[in-house]
């Protein structure tokens, strides 16, 4: 297996780090307060490392496990050090309220967040329509994923497999505006027509 990093510690953070550590993969957390990226490793206890904030992520994947919000920012911190890294952009650039997307009309949360990487850098959208606790359940479940460049699609795909879902290629790095707003509607189905958060979006295609 590889060595993983995520940048974060937060819920999503955690569920994928417990999904990849699980799976064999050495994962490094990273985040501005040392202490919660140490918590974290800790809590996986499968050989889990930290690394520092900023510094050279230890794996050529790099999950930015951040909220939009924060997203730009912890980008410029890491600035060249993620060049030739594969980025997988988690998050859903919703607006405080709920109420839609933050994002310039016809653009991305990960659109916007590739702006700001250096060139050999590739953006990956990916688990921004699985709900974190659902994911930390385990089971195998469906990954939804964009991206422009082929190989970074399939090292994300290889990974996705390897923590036991199953990856579907939804089209280049555009096609993330489609899923962000898949990510709003799952949040409008939770709280209106589902009527609990404890589900997933599952492509029956065999």
């Known amino acids: 297996m590889s060595t993983i990093s995520i940048i974060g510690s937060g819920s999503m953070a955690a569920a994928i780090a ?7 993969h050495t994962v490094e957390v990273v985040s501005r307060d040392p202490a919660k990226a140490r918590a974290l490793a800790d809590k996986l206890a499968a050989g889990a490392i930290t690394g520092t904030y900023g510094a050279a992520p230890a794996g050529d994947i790099v999950i930015l496990a951040v909220p939009y919000s924060a997203a730009a920012a912890v980008v410029a911190d890491f600035g060249k050090t993620l060049n030739g890294k594969v980025i997988i952009d988690v998050a859903n650039p919703f607006a405080p309220d709920l109420s839609g997307l933050v994002t310039p009309p016809g653009s991305s949360g990960a659109e916007e967040i ?19 606790h659902v994911l930390a359940k385990g089971g195998r479940l469906d990954a939804f994923m964009a991206a422009d460049d082929a190989q970074a699609k ?38 209106n027509g589902a009527g609990t958060w404890n589900f997933a979006m599952n492509a029956d295609i065999g």
Do not use: W
Request: proline share 3%; charged share 15%.
């Open 18 to 24: 417990g999904r990849a550590a699980k799976a064999g």
């Open 114 to 132: 590739a702006k700001g990487l250096p060139a050999g850098a590739h953006v990956v959208k990916a688990f921004n329509t699985i709900f974190g």
């Open 154 to 191: 399939a090292s994300v795909s290889t990974f996705l497999e390897s923590i036991g879902l199953r990856p579907l290629d939804v089209g280049d790095l555009h096609m993330a505006q489609t899923l962000e707003a898949l990510g709003l509607m799952m949040i409008g189905l939770a709280k």
